[in-house]
């Protein structure tokens, strides 16, 4: 079966997902999830593209991702393959580290992007790892929202602030950034119901009960 080709130009924004072979873990140690940001970053200083959003799971991951001059398969491809490579090397593993290819969804508008941003920074606490999303390391949502400055987040979570652009969310939502971080957090943590928007987020992606635990 012809696999269907990904739509890409330069400034398409996607929120991309890739989860471990047969739901493991493609997180172990604190490690893993230091080198998988390092290999972002690399591909970011080798292609340029920005990531709005990011979360990492244990089987699996979330990047809210703009592309620039070079399309997201190239990106993808070398993340993977390089920290595929990497994570069995480590860990004395063979195989495939993660199912296939991974998942790819075109962002089109801004209030879709948005929710995409709030449905990653959810992952955790949906997951029933963490009560709060500020409470969660490896995901970037502490980049957005006010937070506890003495936070004991390590390496990677200082890592996931360098890595992330918070520009195009902050302005959509005030002038000013305290303002808008504080909005930011009410969006995310708010009591309003978008079991709408992440359903059709579920959808699309192509997520449902067989991801966890997540």
């Known amino acids: ?17 890739s989860r471990g072979n047969r739901k ?3 997180f172990e140690d604190v490690e893993d999830y230091v080198r998988f940001l390092d290999m972002v970053q690399d591909a970011q200083e080798m292609y340029g593209f920005t990531v709005h959003a990011i979360c990492l799971m244990t089987n699996h991951f979330h990047i809210e991702i703009e ?4 399309a997201l398969s190239r990106i993808m491809q070398r993340i993977k393959s390089l920290y595929a490579e990497d994570f069995n090397y480590r860990h004395h593993y063979s195989g495939h580290l993660f199912e296939g290819r991974y998942n790819a969804c075109l962002i089109l508008n ?13 992952n955790p606490v949906k997951a029933g790892m963490v ?4 409470a969660y390391e490896y995901s ?6 006010p937070c506890d400055e003495d936070r004991p987040f390590g390496k990677a979570g200082k890592m996931i602030e360098d890595l992330v652009d918070r520009s195009r969310i902050l302005h ?7 303002e808008a971080r504080e909005q930011y957090r009410l969006f995310v943590e708010g009591r309003a119901s978008h079991e709408e928007h ?14 966890m635990p997540w």
């Open 140 to 145: 970037s949502y502490g980049a957005y929202a």
């Open 172 to 178: 959509m939502l005030a002038d000013s950034q305290v």
């Open 131 to 134: 009560r709060e999303p500020a």
């Open 67 to 70: 592309t620039s001059e070079v």
């Open 110 to 122: 801004d209030r879709y992007f948005l929710e995409v941003s709030r449905y990653i920074h959810l």
């Open 1 to 17: 079966m012809t696999r269907k080709r990904r739509v890409w130009y330069p400034g398409a924004i996607y929120h991309v997902m």
């Open 24 to 26: 493991k873990n493609i």
């Open 198 to 211: 992440e359903t059709l987020i579920r959808k699309e992606i192509g997520e449902n009960e067989f991801w």
